[in-house]
């Protein structure tokens, strides 16, 4: 049996942890708190049931959740054979949780890093197995997005490569290869739109909905760039474009006053109730 470890119990930790565990796969979910962990499991639940009416597969939460035990800390992953960080898009986060990966897991586990923007290679700088270490940027919600992008370091070995090339697969993603460059290929893109589209609402040339429904109705996007933020969370959206304007040193990735305000007010998005829009958080 395959042991995966899911570092961070945010967004995609959840939806990382849901979707293995629809696999079959053993989950060991990690994160810094039990409230943090509670709240993750109850995340779960609500996403479980509503799967069904969503499009996905219908899943009964106490399958799911059988199969997902819950940690604080990291000292249970020494028998993991996977492990998928997702923690907070901050740098000195990142880092620490890799120092502590790099004491308690196996040499030979396979470290794969959830990230918007961080360079792969330097997050496998950190520990002593950069050959270990590679990225995988899987899309929100996780269970219901097929596609990846898998992001190989300097040092990440070919084996390591097709190794997580099988395991996305068998639990049903598609994995495109791109080159490590802070960003990869969807937020290089996607980070310039948002928090462009958030300059827009900053400026007072259009307020939030009017200026999604200019992209939904004009260009056929099933979300407008403010919508996907609420998604995403627009804390992650103000720390990527942060790492992207850090990384490439270039003014076009500067981080729109608004989108600091906002995460400084806690309206994160969806995951607060509050962003650019408003939700019940009951849903
Ligand atoms: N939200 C998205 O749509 C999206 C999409 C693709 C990739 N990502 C990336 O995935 C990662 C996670 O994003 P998210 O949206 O889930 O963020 P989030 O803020 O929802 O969750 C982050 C989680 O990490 C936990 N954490 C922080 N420090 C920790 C530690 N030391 N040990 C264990 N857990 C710790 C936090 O408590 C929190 O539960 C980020 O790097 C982000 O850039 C996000």
């Known amino acids: 049996m ?6 961070g119990a945010g967004v ?3 939806g990382v942890a849901q979707n293995l565990a629809q696999y079959g796969y053993e989950i060991i979910l ?4 039990e409230e943090v962990l509670a709240e993750a499991r109850s995340v779960i639940t609500r996403n479980c049931r509503v799967s069904g009416l969503m499009g996905g597969p219908a899943l009964d939460p106490d399958e799911i959740l059988g199969r997902i035990t819950t940690a604080v800390g990291p000292d249970s992953l020494a028998k993991a054979d996977f492990v998928i960080e997702n923690v907070t898009e901050d740098w000195e986060t990142k880092r620490g949780v890799h120092i502590e990966l790099d004491r308690v897991l196996r040499p030979d586990a ?8 961080i360079p792969i290679t330097r997050v496998g700088a950190v520990g002593s197995h ?3 270490v590679v990225g995988v940027h899987f899309m929100n919600p996780v269970p219901a997005k097929p596609v990846v992008e898998l992001i190989p370091g300097f040092h990440t070995s070919p084996e390591v490569v097709e190794v997580t090339r099988q395991f996305l697969a068998d639990f049903g993603k598609k994995a495109v290869q791109v080159k490590d460059a802070s960003g990869f290929v969807s937020n290089r893109v996607l980070m310039l739109t948002v928090n462009e589209a958030a300059y827009l609402v900053h400026e007072g040339v259009a307020d939030a909905r009017s200026v999604d429904e200019v992209f939904r109705g004009c260009f056929g996007h099933p979300m407008g760039p ?19 304007y850090e990384h490439y040193a270039d003014s076009k990735y500067r981080p729109c006053p608004l989108l600091k305000q906002m995460n400084d007010a806690g309206l994160h998005g969806r995951k607060t109730g509050r962003g650019f829009y408003t939700y019940d958080t009951k849903e």
């Open 30 to 33: 990690v994160d810094v708190s």
């Open 130 to 132: 950069p050959e270990r």
């Open 110 to 117: 396979v470290v794969i890093v959830n990230t918007s923007a």
């Open 12 to 14: 995609m930790g959840t």
């Open 226 to 244: 403010l919508e996907t933020a609420d998604l995403i969370g627009v804390d992650t959206i103000l720390y990527s474009v942060e790492v992207l």
């Open 2 to 7: 395959t042991i995966v470890g899911v570092v």
